[in-house]
């Protein structure tokens, strides 16, 4: 292992953070000591534990549960909450102007050139309803599916409320895609009405959403009716009967209209995940599981409260787009959205973001980490951080390097990097933080209570000390309702392996001191002579050489060894791919990790493909080196990296 799983600790909580923190106040209410405690009750009892969490969380129901968990259909496909009935869009707003805080910021929002806007709980609850009202009357009714092709602007939040709020469901697609990546998402759910903006700034330029929008739709016999936002209030195509201004229609509708009541495991969005190989995967999140589980991973491992301002650099189209808006409303807090990017039109974007805007919680991406870390920290120092109580983290594995160095800059031994991960199918984490909790570098303090989180080995047997597979066994709200319409392609991603056992597909490690470790996703394990490694440990090593700025490592077959390591490296600006260089990283990497592990390749390449998540898609670096077909390409941000790696060198 690398000094990752062995260094130590890094930050601990001062007694006023423990004091304020809302997993204190959990603890208490439920008279239990500690967070490993807590863990072990709620995975021994997790009716127990769910109840105490919806209680603590202030989660309303129109109709009480009878109980909490119905699990008669097997860990697959449980229950959850049956009997109750509720509103995710209620309890986002109408929970909270009832209690009285209708005047409060709900959504802040900045724009790419600078501008800001507002809106209260009041405002966001009128606009949402102006627009349920309108989609009610353009004929979308309960159960049917809406796609939403927008920037992060409020209309992004407003619309996805309106949708749930009438019971609809919606299908999120990322701002940056292409055509078909739009047309596959609303052919898959089979969407009725589309909602897109004529267009959005980004680094300055006009990405031209409705041009992409009209292609998507002629793919999609489904899409009857397009709403348009706009946003820019430029020249678009325009098609009779179909289009509609979004500022038009809700101009005629009422800002009353009752949220409607529905059971907690009404499907409420769709998001769909990119796969190995096929189409994507439609995740189905609930309305009570999605809630539930956004407002309690936010609330209790990142600590957002009703006085705090939640900010995540993501996207609509990735699951931290509707889980940025979910958990701040859901906790009476104010959602901060931005439309642009951490570093323009300076280096110093994001962290002025945070002086302006008063932000207390920020999350980032390793990846957007080592995009700024070229620009030095100056631009950190220029500004006043000192509203920021913690750095959240989620996306993809850490470096040490980049790591450190947010941690030194910004935290300054005073913030918590709140490491956390999942996926979109667990509706948030599986393994995090908590704010009452110490942390090493790149680690997670643990499973997230609620989840019987654990790290198995190639028997399917528990392991500590080792790299294994991260299972979870048993279920949780929140957990997805299947794949929309593929209950097989479900059973067979997740459940095939071991009986009753989800494999997640990534692999963690624990230490000896108990705190845990991701090492990539498993289906991109390396076995180099018999040896298991995952590939962010190679990747790490790399990084660390002050030339890297990023990597990717692959497994290749290899006659003797079964496979080799090839690594793809971007080296930071001014420095030059040399023969030299190439032999120090390979150097570097056997004299780290022993000579059997020494690359077979070295080559340098311009950029790495990764979703809009951040994540680095190994399979597909993999697949286009060896000459194959790299399956779904529709989650990359980038595409042109896929012909970086083919040109390598």
Request: charge should be neutral.
């Amino acid at each position: 292992m690398t000094d990752t799983a062995t260094s130590e600790i890094i930050w601990r909580p001062s007694p006023e953070v423990i004091e304020r923190a809302q997993i204190t106040r959990l603890l208490r209410a439920t008279g239990v000591k500690d967070v490993a405690a807590l863990h072990r009750r709620s995975v021994d009892d997790p009716e127990w534990y769910w109840d105490a969490v919806v209680r603590d969380l202030g989660i309303r129901w129109t109709r009480p549960y009878t109980r909490v968990l119905d699990d008669s259909r097997g860990p697959m496909w449980p229950t959850w909450f049956p009997g109750g009935q509720l509103n995710f869009a209620d309890n986002c707003l109408d929970r909270h102007l009832d209690d009285g805080r209708g005047d409060k910021p709900a959504l802040v929002w900045e724009a790419d050139d600078g501008t800001t806007r507002t809106l209260t709980y009041r405002e966001l609850a009128r606009e949402v309803n102006r627009l349920a009202n309108t989609l009610r009357r353009l004929g979308i009714a309960e159960g049917d599916r809406v796609g939403i092709f927008l920037p992060m602007a409020p209309e992004a939040a407003i619309a996805t409320l309106a949708v749930v709020r009438i019971g609809a469901i919606y299908t999120p697609c990322f701002s940056g895609f292409g055509a078909q990546a739009v047309a596959s998402r609303l052919q898959d759910s089979e969407a009725k009405l589309l909602i897109c903006a004529d267009g959005f700034h980004r680094r300055g330029q006009v990405v031209r959403m409705k041009e992409t929008a009209d292609e998507a739709a002629a793919m999609c016999p489904t899409v009857a009716q397009m709403l348009v936002f706009r946003r820019l209030g430029r020249d678009i195509p325009w098609t009779q009967g179909r289009d509609r201004w979004w500022d038009e229609e809700v101009a005629q509708a009422s800002d009353r209209c009752p949220a409607l009541a529905v059971e907690a495991d009404r499907p409420c969005l769709i998001v769909y995940t990119s796969g190995t190989t096929g189409r994507p995967k439609g995740a189905v999140l609930t309305q009570g599981g999605f809630l539930i589980k956004a407002a309690h991973d936010f609330g209790y491992c990142h600590d957002v409260g009703p006085d705090d301002r939640l900010f995540w650099l993501t996207d609509l189209g990735w699951l931290m787009g509707p889980m940025l808006i979910t958990a701040a409303l859901a906790r009476g807090a104010t959602a901060v959205m931005f439309e642009g990017v951490q570093d323009y039109p300076k280096p110093d974007r994001l962290w002025s973001l945070v002086e302006h805007h008063r932000i207390t919680i920020l999350g980032i991406s390793p990846t957007a980490v080592r995009a700024l870390m070229p620009h030095g920290a100056e631009h950190i120092r220029a500004h006043d951080l000192s509203s920021l109580r913690q750095i959240g983290s989620t996306g993809e594995p850490w470096n040490p390097e980049p790591y450190r160095w947010l941690s030194d800059n910004v935290g300054g031994g005073r913030l918590q990097i709140g490491n956390y991960t999942g996926g979109t199918e667990i509706s948030g984490g599986i393994v995090g933080c908590f704010p009452t909790e110490p942390t090493k570098p790149c680690g997670f303090a643990g499973p997230i209570p609620g989840m019987a989180a654990d790290v198995f080995d190639e028997d399917g047997r528990p392991v500590r000390g080792q790299v294994g597979e991260l299972v979870i066994t048993k279920p949780w709200p929140g957990m997805t309702a299947g794949f929309w319409r593929d209950p097989k392609r479900y059973e067979e991603t997740y459940w095939s392996r071991w009986p009753g056992v989800w494999v997640h597909g990534d692999w963690a490690y624990i230490d000896a001191d108990g705190f845990w470790f991701l090492q990539g996703r498993s289906d991109d394990t390396l076995k180099i002579a018999g040896k298991r490694l995952g590939p962010a440990e190679v990747e790490s090593i790399l990084v660390g050489h002050p030339a890297v700025a990023e990597s990717g490592v692959i497994g290749v077959p290899h006659e003797i060894k079964g496979e080799a390591v090839v690594c793809f490296c971007v080296l930071r600006p001014n420095q030059a791919p040399t023969e030299k260089l190439r032999g120090e990283l390979g150097d570097r990497v056997a004299q780290q990790m022993g000579k059997a592990l020494k690359p077979e390749r070295v080559l340098f390449v311009r950029d790495l493909p990764k979703t809009r998540s951040a994540k680095i898609m190994r399979r597909v670096i993999r697949a286009t080196y060896l000459g194959k077909e790299p399956g779904d390409l529709s989650s990359l941000e980038n595409p042109d990296a896929v012909t970086a790696i083919r040109d390598a060198q």
